[in-house]
């Protein structure tokens, strides 16, 4: 398991192919996220799946967004915001669900750990790989209005999914600051 977790890897938009994932993997990234904790059994979070025929739409939400909250928009972005629906293969909107029964820290850590079995899981997949966004406009008003979310609910990002031609494993972390008593 230990293993499992090292070789667990962020992989980019740069680094995707454009293969679209069966639904079937998509589905099992879903399931894994309600086996994270959460006091009380909160499961203080939902998600919203763009599919490959959706992705066009979300990127025009993302764009317009972005156009308006920004008087001189930076071309770079912009492009990219525009290449999202041939690169991805599925976006996740990350939404935290407080259920206001525990304090909010505790629903953001079980958030938190329901996108790291998400990943996991992810990295079992030969072909696919993805990264936690949360840039592209996230919680933005029109984002907002666009994944018709609640007052308290709060848009945490995307899980962006696509298609890769060569998996990456390596990556290098500093000792854990721990201290044995
Ligand atoms: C809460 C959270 C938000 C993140 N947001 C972004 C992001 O907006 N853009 C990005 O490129 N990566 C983002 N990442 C992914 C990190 O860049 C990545 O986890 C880090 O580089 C370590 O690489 P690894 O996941 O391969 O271990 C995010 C990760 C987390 C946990």
Partial sequence: MLKQIQERRSHFLKEFNGDKAPNDLIHSLIKSANWAP????TLPFRFIVFSPQKLSILAQYIEESYIDRHSEPNID???KIKSLPTKLSHAIAIV??????????????????AVQNMYLVLSESPNFGGYWTTGNEIDAPKMREALNLASEEVHCGYLFIGGL?????L???PDTDVRWV
Avoid: D, M
Avoid at 38 to 41: D, G, R, T
Avoid at 165 to 169: A, E, L
């Fill in 38 to 41: 959460s006091h009380k059994l």
């Fill in 77 to 79: 972005k912009l492009n």
């Fill in 96 to 113: 935290l669900k407080p259920s206001n029964k525990v304090p909010l820290w505790e629903e953001y850590a079980s958030l938190g750990a």
């Fill in 165 to 169: 031609n060569q998996k990456r494993t």
């Fill in 171 to 173: 990556a290098q972390r």
